[in-house]
């Protein structure tokens, strides 16, 4: 496993942006497809984002499309999502994780989690 530390969230007015960053310890962050998901109160965990290892495959919510960005940097060990147009519907905690690929379509299948960051939406 390896460890995951989110920053960047807080309160932003609707239309806003915030760029959450993911920093994980160890020397195979590359090996790992790195991803968001969200989990609102009283909701299930959702899948935002996914980036694979090198960057190549991106694979994005519908409900992002278009106004988030995932983006990592390998040699920081760090994965970004930047958040542009945001709505109030975006308030959720978000969990960074590192997998592989595949794993992705279940968060139950999710090996390392981050501690979470609040994004709060309001005016």
């Known amino acids: 496993q390896v460890q995951l530390v989110e920053s960047g969230g807080g309160l932003v007015q609707p239309g806003g942006s915030l760029r959450l960053s993911c920093t994980a310890s160890g020397r195979t962050f590359s090996s790992y497809a790195m991803g968001w998901f969200r989990q609102a109160p009283g909701k299930v965990r959702e899948f935002v984002a996914v980036i694979s290892g090198s960057g190549a495959r991106i694979s994005y919510a519908n409900f992002v499309k278009g106004r988030f960005t995932i983006s990592r940097d390998n040699t920081k060990n760090t994965v970004y999502l930047q958040m542009n147009s945001l709505k109030p519907e975006d308030t959720a905690v978000y969990y960074c994780?590192?997998?592989?690929?595949?794993?992705?379509?279940?968060?139950?299948?999710?090996?390392?989690w981050g501690q979470g960051t609040q994004v709060t939406v309001s005016s």
């Open positions: 994780a590192a997998a592989d690929w595949r794993d992705y379509s279940n968060y139950n299948n999710i090996g390392s």
